[in-house]
């Protein structure tokens, strides 16, 4: 390197002198020597050239000015719209969040959320993935978590066991549900605690969750019924693991008698269950943490949040699904669909009755995505101020986030 440098500085002053036609010997020469990319090297040597030239001011910092370049494509009105809607999906990838812009950007211009020039619009709309991504490279930065787990989740693979069968499971076809039960013992395994019954549609990715007391088959019976009479479509076949609050006669002959296909995964195999094992994370503990919920009002808080979640999520938050895997040697390769909601993938079926599918636009057309994300984060807020009185903690949480600044 020091070599490199001390070249630099012999070359550097010739360069600056010579002319146009001695100016590409004197760089061909130069790269050989120091093995320099041509560009690089150009730019390398005008640098040099020009800070021999100036005069250093004592107690000044020599500022080297180059041409301006091109002008900007996306300026900081289209970041800043971005940046707004992007928080207002939760700050999803930009293959995911692109995909979203179009429904979003409309839904919040009816409601009065945002206002923009019809330039910034346009930009917006014919944003690359890529693009948005780049733009967002600061925000998500000021995000990243320190001291993170670097365990990867394993390949996502599905062997059931049928326990009663109607019909064969059909994960094309809306109403098959994985079900399973997230826990909210903030690491303290004693006495009673609220559990999230959680429950995902294998074809469509709608989600629901629901918050009971504990485990008693009483209160996860309960919360499966309230659960199977919000969904939109028929519920047809649930998958459990092998929990005593999932098998057991009750439930087994409720699915008997309403002929509900009843099946089970291999024990201590939670990627038989890998799409609610996928929600458990991304819906439950992103949005309510790793904390004790122990309280009658802590319970009522949880399900009023996952009142407003089911909505958010299931409407306005697209999801990605894997449509191929193929393995080179000791790649694997993985292939998608094109992100789409839940409620896109069920306006998209054929399995859905025309009157269910009128039912949902109109749910739809009344919702305002900036708005749930308030209610929300408002929720959340009460939650963690439980928590915080309960163990005696003082000001954990209280810094506003990302959201909260582009939600205002």
Partial sequence: MATRIQITKEVSERYRRAQKKEKGKILDEFCKLTGYNRKYAGRTLRKHSKLKACKRRPGKKLKVRYGRGRKPIYTNDVRK???????????????????????????????????????????????????????????????????????????????????RTFSEW??????????????????????????????????????????????????????????????????????????????????????????????????????????????????????VGYFRYDTEEELMLLNELYNILRLYNNFFLPQMKLIEKTREGSKVKKRYDKPKTPYQRLLDSNHIDEMTKRKLKRQYAKLNPAALKRQILDIQELLYKKVRMKSGLKGAGEDESLVYVCLK
């Avoid at 969040?97 to 619009?121: M, Y």
């Avoid at 490279?137 to 365990?151: G, H, I, N, P, Q």
């Avoid at 019924?225 to 998958?239: A, M, S, V």
């Fill in 170 to 287: 059909d994960d094309a076809r809306p109403g098959f549900l994985e079900i399973d039960l997230v826990a909210h013992d903030g690491g303290n395994a004693r006495g009673d605690y609220c559990q999230s019954l959680d429950a995902t549609d294998v074809a469509s990715g709608w989600s629901e969750q629901r918050a009971v007391r504990n485990k008693a088959q009483k209160w996860t019976f309960e919360a499966l019924e309230k659960i199977r009479e919000r969904l939109p479509f028929p519920l047809l076949g649930i998958d459990s693991d092998n929990g005593g609050e999932f098998i057991n006669a009750h439930l087994a002959r409720y699915c008997e008698e309403e002929e509900i296909t009843f099946t089970r995964g291999r024990p201590y195999r939670k990627n038989d269950s890998c799409y609610v094992e996928q929600k458990n994370y991304s819906v439950v503990r992103r949005n």
């Fill in 81 to 163: 719209a971005l940046v707004k809607i992007w928080a207002i999906l939760d700050c999803p990838c930009g293959k995911r969040l692109v995909a979203a812009i179009p429904d979003t950007l409309k839904a919040l211009e009816k409601f009065g959320e945002i206002k923009l020039k019809e330039d910034v619009r346009e930009k917006l709309l014919s944003m690359s993935a890529s693009t948005a991504d780049r733009l967002l490279a600061s925000e998500r930065k000021k995000l990243e978590l320190k001291s993170r787990s670097k365990t990867k989740p394993g390949s996502l693979l599905k062997h059931q066991i049928p326990i």
